[in-house]
């Protein structure tokens, strides 16, 4: 189940980003499941990977070569994680990146590996390499549409977002995948995106510029608080638009980051929308706190809550678990005398209490909706926090139970 | 559902500690719903409560009273947890205290009120008030049994733990009983526990002994990481043993504590045991930790993780799930190639990967128990900790989505 229309945007090309697919074998049904992308001569990229300690091979050397080296290629499987795999799935991991690189003759340390699928099994590693010469064959800048399927795991469509800007006469583009369904599954090794531009863009800001990206994004989602040993977010810029970011005025600075950020936050979400077991899709607003770091507490607080998940999942406007779920936050010295709570913008609980005005039929209608904002203002300050999560389902419950069986 | 057998013990009476029930008509079956204990002159108290912010106006009362008067007197009801009740909540829990002083002559600040129920309903303060008399009139040394039963909500079975000691030549007894389901229904107003003993123990002593007590018990239970507006924990030492604690040999204090902290024990593992939904009971050690902060950071990561909750109830030793909840744990420096995983006595998994010894079927064999434990060795410290928890089944959706329809 998912939440929301299945909407596949169009894709523009971003001029110096490759995309070629084929199938290794290892997805069962004989999809897709090799991804290639090629990175125009000097681009530059950055890159957000999962905290999990545990995290896979592939994640590892990725980290280690990411801003050590120039990037000129990304290769993705899907289908296995090549985690849980010790020293063997690193050489795997490795061997692949070198096959790669000597058939594009370039240095293997230009090579970012990615995976996803079953933790703890080998690659299949002979068959992925048989199969990079025809993914790398088919590379072309009107490949985003069938990467965007062939990176899929669990998922149950693709995910992409594009958008054309008009910057200092220029045409910018910037486009992008993502794979992932809601974080509920490490075992599938859940989100991996990919987003391109073809404006200039230094290989130090960048590294700055896709942090808060993704702070704003994929690290305001959760469907059920657990963290993949996998997930990763690349952000390149190939400059083969002839404009040069930092060369831009302030405000087209702003155009531009507010329209990446557009592109981020519109993945991160699509990727919540799919979560497994997923009816509702929520908005968790926590406003006027002291800081932004408490606004995140209360907010998660909301947004992990069991309890609150299986409320919004039968469409209960039941108060008193959001109440309760904000008074476990950890933030120790709210006053909840003044803390409001909203569904949309109806005020149901305020005074530590049920709101005067409230009326259950209220609350019930908007908890009807698919989705919903559960808003709170804590009257205390500027900060302000927005999380994007879902409600708990027994489509969840029945998906992780049955997965490995 | 519940885990385990429907057992309850022989419940010794504690001398100077009398138990009475009648029923106010807040539980619509008509079943007894009010309790009062009875406290003997002299007797000294210690108390543990929840530290949700939005606690329940009786909790409240309860904090403010319990150290500043000689408590004689406790009131709970079952059926309404008078929170998010605001200030007529106040006024509620106050005159129930009242007109019980009013009855035994005694002060109202001696009487400790407490409630378990729905949240965000005003108490049907007459009834209960009404119903007070007869609850007195039944107050008796051999109240336990009906006491255990009437405190319950939607519990499946009375929880009670009772045993008789000899210390110094003399017999002392300790018994309490609890209500609960596992931490899984803030609005169901969760735990609620009174443990009382015959030995005597100094009012300031009592305060550190319950800390520690409910430290190593109820605060080493989960069942879906939400905390209750209402649970209180009690600790009663009438004294009318003849034998004062602090008069003790070294060895009898230390078999009397470690007597106390099993009764504590049995009674939060009874609470998880009938956790609604829980068709498993898991005990999960993390042991050689550097610090016992960082072993409940690796358990209560994995006990809470919805994945390996979800593996539990489908019997699946998806040791993938437990290694990944373990690296997100949030404690930073752990070495991933150290840790050890065991189902019960079976090691599955090391060096970051499935042990080379491990085999699918003995993992199977232990994950289709009904009790098990998931052992983590961290192999870097002295440290140890232990946490209760269970599984997460579709029978926790249901019951926790339809409960208000």
């Known amino acids: 189940m998912a939440v929301g229309k299945d909407f596949f945007p169009k894709m523009y090309p971003v001029p110096g980003f490759r995309l070629g697919a084929s199938s290794a074998g290892i997805k069962k049904s004989g999809k897709k499941d090799l991804v290639v992308m090629e ?8 890159g957000s990977f999962t905290k999990n300690l545990f995290c896979a091979a592939p994640v590892k050397l990725a980290k280690e070569r990411i801003y050590s080296n120039k990037i000129r290629y990304l290769v993705t499987n899907t289908g296995n994680a090549n985690a849980g795999t010790g020293d063997l799935g690193r050489q795997h991991a490795e061997s692949i990146c070198e096959s790669l690189a000597k058939s594009m003759s370039v240095n293997k340390e230009t090579v970012l590996p990615f995976s996803t699928g079953v933790i703890g099994e080998y690659l299949p590693i002979e068959k992925i390499i048989s199969a990079l010469p025809s993914a790398l064959s088919s590379l ?3 490949g985003w549409d069938t990467a965007a399927m062939s990176i899929l795991t669990t998922d149950t469509r693709p995910k992409g977002a594009s958008v054309k800007l008009k910057l200092s006469e220029k ?5 992008g995948i993502a794979k992932g369904s809601g974080m509920i599954r490490p075992d599938m090794a859940t ?4 987003i391109a531009t073809d404006i200039a863009i230094d290989q130090e800001l960048i590294k700055e510029i896709i942090r808060n990206a993704v702070d704003c994004s994929f690290n305001r989602i959760t469907v059920d608080g657990d963290m993949s040993t996998n997930d990763s977010a690349i952000l390149v810029a190939t400059g083969l638009s002839g404009v040069d970011f930092s060369e831009l005025s302030l405000d087209d ?3 531009f980051i507010d329209n990446l950020k557009d592109i981020f936050l519109s993945l991160a979400c699509q990727v919540v929308q799919d979560g497994e077991g997923a009816t509702k899709f929520v908005t968790v607003r926590v406003s006027s706190g002291k800081t932004a770091s408490e606004c995140l507490r209360v907010g998660y607080s909301i947004a992990e809550s069991s309890l609150v998940k299986t409320a919004l999942f039968a469409s209960d406007p039941n108060w008193g ?3 309760s779920a904000i008074g476990m936050s950890g933030v120790l010295d709210l006053d909840i005398k003044k803390i409001q709570i909203y569904l949309d913008d109806v005020l149901i609980a305020e005074n530590g209490g049920r709101a005067s005005s409230y009326m259950e039929n209220f609350g019930q209608e908007i908890m009807d909706k698919e989705s919903l904002s559960i ?4 009257n205390r300050g500027d900060s302000s926090e927005i999380i994007y999560t879902t409600d708990l389902s027994h489509d969840y419950i029945k998906i992780n139970s049955e997965y490995r069986s």
């Open 171 to 175: 045409n910018i583009i910037i486009t």
């Open 375 to 378: 808003n709170i203002n804590l």
């Open 321 to 323: 678990r959001i109440l």
């Open 39 to 46: 990175l125009a001569e000097g681009s530059t990229v950055g």
């Open 253 to 255: 600075q702003k155009i």
């Open 191 to 194: 989100m991996l995106t990919y």
């Open 140 to 142: 072309s800048e009107n």
